[in-house]
C-alpha cells in the first residue's frame, strides 16, 4: 500500500507560462465528431459566434515548460476575417511542421484534418507558438471564469515573409 500522507498539497495547477515565452510544441485538433465525420467545432446554437473553428491543444515538446498544454480554437469561417485569420495561422503551422520551403507540398492537408488529429495518420503535428496571458472578460467572469490563462499570441513560422518569422529565428537561437 502506497502511503501519500505526506505528498504536497499543492499540485502545482494554474502556475502561467510568461508571457512571450516561446516554444516549439505539438499541435493536436480534437475533432467535435468524428465518428459523423465533423471535425470543426460549429459555433453555439444561438449564441453570438457565427463562425466554426477546430479546437487545438499544443502540448509544449521542449524546455522547461515541456509537457504543458495550451489551448487554441483555430477560427475556420464562413466570415472573412475569421476564416483568413484562421488560414494564416494554418498556414504558419504547416510551414514549421512540413518543412518549409524544402518540401514542395508544405502548404497541403488533408480534406478532413486528419493528419492533425487522427492517430492512425499521426496525431499531430510540429509547431512553434508566442506565449501570451489573456485576462478574462466581463462575459468570463459572469460565467465564473475569473482567472487568467495562457493562450497563443502566435504560430511562428520559418518563411521569412511571415509576421512571426522574427520570433522564430528567436527561437531557434535559443533566445
Same mark, same amino acid.
Given at each position: ?19 512571450? #515565452? ?18 470543426? #467545432? ?18 509544449? #515538446? ?27 495561422? =494554418? &498556414? ?9 520551403? #524544402?518540401?514542395? &507540398? ?5 480534406? %478532413? ?5 487522427? %492517430?492512425?495518420?499521426?496525431?499531430? =503535428? ?50
Amino acid at each position: 500500500m502506497a502511503d501519500y500522507s505526506s505528498a504536497p498539497n499543492k499540485q502545482g495547477l494554474g502556475e502561467l507560462i510568461p508571457h512571450g #515565452t516561446l516554444a516549439k510544441g505539438w499541435f493536436v485538433v480534437e475533432p467535435f465528431n468524428a465518428a459523423n465525420g465533423q471535425i470543426e #467545432t460549429p459555433p453555439k446554437a444561438g449564441g453570438e459566434g457565427k463562425n466554426s473553428y477546430l479546437k487545438a491543444r499544443i502540448v509544449i #515538446t521542449e524546455g522547461e515548460h515541456e509537457r504543458r498544454n495550451v489551448f487554441h480554437n483555430l477560427m475556420c469561417g464562413p466570415e472573412k476575417k475569421a476564416a483568413d485569420m484562421g488560414g494564416a495561422q =494554418m &498556414r504558419a503551422i504547416l510551414e514549421f511542421g512540413n518543412g518549409f520551403p #524544402t518540401n514542395p &507540398r508544405w502548404a497541403f492537408i488533408d480534406d %478532413d484534418y486528419g493528419q492533425l488529429w487522427d %492517430d492512425a495518420r499521426g496525431g499531430g =503535428m510540429p509547431c512553434a507558438i508566442k506565449i501570451a496571458i489573456e485576462k478574462p472578460d466581463e462575459e468570463s467572469k459572469k460565467r465564473g471564469y475569473d482567472k487568467n490563462k495562457n493562450v497563443v499570441a502566435a504560430f511562428l513560422s520559418p518563411n521569412p515573409e511571415s509576421d512571426s518569422h522574427k520570433d522564430y529565428l528567436r527561437l531557434m537561437r535559443g533566445e
